[in-house]
């Protein structure tokens, strides 16, 4: 099933395209496309989207992020599922990485850390770098890829996605989550970006989106740092605020990682 209106090659030219806007970008190489996939298609995922508001499989809730996500593909509709093994495909790989210049990517079937988010009015996702080593393969994490599902969302909604620079000083992008569009940036140790603002939807909206996350068995060595789990930092306007502890849940993860806690 197609959910664009390219062919597989014209895909991958379209990245070789965008492959210097991508490389060039500010704060660190990242890109968004608006209305890249078919919309009705992109709806069907919407209709489906599963209510992570009355039982999540994972919850967060802590100074840092307050937010709702799936685990696996276990919460995946059809649609959904066949949506996200496009986006683990040959040809969606192909066109990642023309456009980023990282080669031989491997996609993540067990969807660790990514699948379906949701955040509630009030929600947030602090300023931070990612996990870079995937906790089961120890692959390291070279890219993320977000699609939003937020239908007529205004301005005034929030959950503005914001890159910031290495030295934390501000935010270099700020992009509103609407419907259909598609974020793209490379993941390293210092590739700081979030949702920081508690986020102020109605009552009876909630921010979706999809994430899914790509690897590589080694990294360049200009890149290459400690495994280490999620690194949260202050914007200035944080100072003071309490520090992040690392929540009991993730005991687990952080010894598969690191074999230390």
Same mark, same amino acid.
């Given at each position: 099933?197609?959910?664009?209106?390219?062919?597989?090659?014209?895909?991958?030219?379209?990245?070789?395209?965008?492959?210097?806007?991508?490389?060039?970008?500010?704060?660190?190489?990242?890109?968004?496309? !608006?209305? *890249?996939? +078919?919309?009705?298609?992109?709806?069907?995922?919407?209709?489906?989207?599963? &209510? =992570?508001?009355?039982?999540? &499989?994972?919850? *967060?809730?802590? &100074?840092?992020?307050?937010?709702?996500?799936?685990?696996?593909?276990? #919460?995946?509709?059809?649609?959904?599922?066949?949506?996200?093994?496009?986006?683990?495909? /040959?040809?969606?790989?192909? *066109?990642?990485?023309?456009?980023?210049?990282? /080669?031989?990517?491997?996609? !993540?079937?067990? *969807?660790?850390?990514?699948?379906?988010?949701?955040?509630?009015?009030?929600?947030?996702?602090? +300023?931070?770098?990612?996990?870079?080593?995937?906790?089961?393969?120890?692959?390291? #994490?070279?890219?993320? %890829?977000? %699609?939003?599902?937020?239908? !007529?969302? /205004?301005?005034?909604?929030?959950?503005?996605? /914001?890159?910031?620079?290495?030295?934390?000083?501000?935010?270099?992008?700020? +992009?509103?989550? %609407?419907?259909?569009?598609?974020?793209?940036?490379? $993941?390293?140790?210092?590739?700081?970006?979030?949702?920081? !603002?508690? =986020? $102020?939807?109605?009552?009876?909206?909630? #921010?979706?989106?999809?994430?899914?996350?790509?690897?590589?068995?080694?990294?360049?060595?200009?890149?290459?740092?400690?495994?280490?789990?999620?690194?949260?930092?202050?914007?200035?306007? &944080?100072?003071?605020?309490?520090?992040?502890?690392?929540?009991?849940?993730?005991?687990?993860?952080?010894?598969?990682?690191?074999?230390?806690?």
């Amino acid at each position: 099933m197609s959910f664009i209106d390219k062919s597989a090659a014209d895909l991958k030219k379209f990245g070789e395209k965008k492959s210097e806007e991508y490389a060039h970008a500010a704060p660190f190489p990242s890109i968004i496309f !608006d209305d *890249f996939f +078919i919309p009705e298609k992109l709806k069907e995922i919407l209709e489906e989207f599963p &209510d =992570l508001t009355k039982k999540p &499989d994972i919850r *967060f809730n802590d &100074d840092n992020q307050i937010k709702r996500a799936s685990r696996g593909e276990a #919460r995946f509709g059809e649609k959904t599922k066949q949506f996200m093994h496009y986006m683990n495909s /040959e040809p969606f790989l192909e *066109f990642l990485e023309e456009l980023t210049g990282i /080669e031989n990517l491997i996609p !993540d079937p067990h *969807f660790e850390g990514g699948g379906c988010h949701q955040i509630l009015p009030g929600g947030k996702l602090a +300023i931070h770098a990612d996990f870079n080593t995937h906790p089961a393969t120890k692959l390291d #994490r070279r890219l993320n %890829v977000l %699609v939003y599902l937020n239908e !007529d969302w /205004e301005e005034s909604y929030g959950g503005h996605f /914001e890159l910031w620079d290495i030295e934390m000083k501000g935010h270099v992008k700020r +992009i509103l989550p %609407v419907f259909n569009r598609m974020a793209i940036f490379s $993941t390293t140790s210092n590739s700081y970006h979030g949702h920081p !603002d508690p =986020l $102020t939807c109605p009552p009876d909206r909630t #921010r979706k989106s999809l994430a899914l996350y790509y690897y590589t068995n080694g990294r360049p060595e200009e890149e290459k740092n400690e495994t280490h789990l999620t690194l949260f930092k202050d914007r200035p306007q &944080d100072a003071g605020r309490p520090k992040y502890k690392k929540p009991k849940g993730l005991k687990k993860i952080y010894l598969k990682l690191t074999g230390k806690y």
